[in-house]
């Protein structure tokens, strides 16, 4: 019992000598944050992908680069947004995929569908779990759960086709009545 009094009192001065925890501007940093550092900290990022934060006292927004080696997408450059909300790990960050990309898994407003970031999200996955979940839809796009039905209708029915239209798009141009920007690096 002693020790408990002890304890509190403890964590009490260390509180009012500031020796707590803190974020940026001084205040107690969420779970959030400090997932996010720890996140960040143990990010082993494959040579493909590069990562940026526009503000460096704001790990919870940063942007993720992609730059595949091979397959269908290779020398195309592609900017995803991570938004990570306060609820996590315990919810997913948003990924939004901010370059206009040919691809069955993400629409042309550039929403992701990697099942890691809807139903099969839990806590133990990392950000370095979701960029290797990334890398994996340029390497093996999964038409089987599209978002971009189109796009997976050609790769299921006519392979050489939807390569050509990805080069297409790659390289800036229309894929049907579609415009894309050139996002060749």
Not at 56 to 76: A, C, H, M, Q, V
Not at 90 to 101: S, Y
Not at 126 to 148: C, H, R, W
């Amino acid at each position: 019992m002693i020790k408990l009094f002890s304890l509190k009192q403890q964590k009490k001065d260390e509180e009012s000598a500031g020796g707590n925890r803190t974020g940026a501007g001084g205040k107690k940093a969420s779970a959030a944050q400090l997932r996010i550092q720890k996140d960040i900290n143990e990010l082993n990022l494959p040579k493909t992908c590069e990562i940026n934060f526009p503000d460096d006292d704001d790990l919870l927004n940063f942007r993720l680069i992609i730059s595949p080696d091979e397959g269908f997408y290779k020398g195309g450059k592609f900017v995803f947004s991570f938004k990570v909300g306060q609820g996590y790990p315990h919810d997913p960050p948003k990924v939004k995929c901010e370059t206009m990309v040919y691809h069955p898994n993400i629409d042309l407003e550039g929403n992701v569908c990697l099942n890691i970031l809807r139903e099969d999200w839990k806590p133990v996955l990392t950000i370095n779990s979701i960029i290797y979940g990334l890398q994996y839809l340029f390497l093996e796009p999964n038409p089987e759960d599209p978002l971009n039905k189109e796009a997976a209708e050609v790769l299921q029915t006519n392979r050489r086709l939807f390569e050509q239209n990805v080069h297409r798009s790659l390289r800036g141009g229309y894929v049907g009545s579609i415009y894309f920007e050139r996002c060749l690096k």
